[in-house]
């Protein structure tokens, strides 16, 4: 069984491959130094300009868990469309990974959506 070993000190991190995307645009999310429990996941919630979105259930754009990766990237697009939060209207978004299927985020990274 595969394990990982983390210093008591790391900090699990998300990022965007750009912050500012157009509607339609794939949108690279990553995460590394992840927990990678079984059903940790990363969403993306709306929030106002130069504020940070507050995790409410049911509330996110889109979301996916993780697969227990404790480092990965996933490509938010057009496959998505199931969800019905596809394509993202413009406006500003934060993007989060929540531990093990809570609602209280680990990390965050905000970015934009423009015309």
Do not use: C
């Amino acid at each position: 069984a595969p394990f990982w070993v983390k210093s008591a000190n790391t900090v699990t991190e998300v990022s965007l491959d750009r912050p500012v995307y157009r509607p339609g645009e794939p949108i690279v999310l990553r995460w590394r130094n992840a927990p990678g429990n079984r059903w940790d996941w990363i969403a993306i919630y709306a929030s106002r300009a130069g504020a940070v979105a507050i995790p409410v259930r049911n509330q996110q754009r889109i979301w996916r868990y993780t697969g227990s990766e404790i480092e990965g990237e996933f490509v938010v697009a057009a496959h998505l469309q199931d969800q019905g939060g596809w394509p993202l209207a413009p406006g500003h978004y934060t993007l989060y990974y929540m531990q093990h299927d809570d609602y209280e985020p680990l990390a965050s990274a905000a970015f934009e959506v423009i015309k």
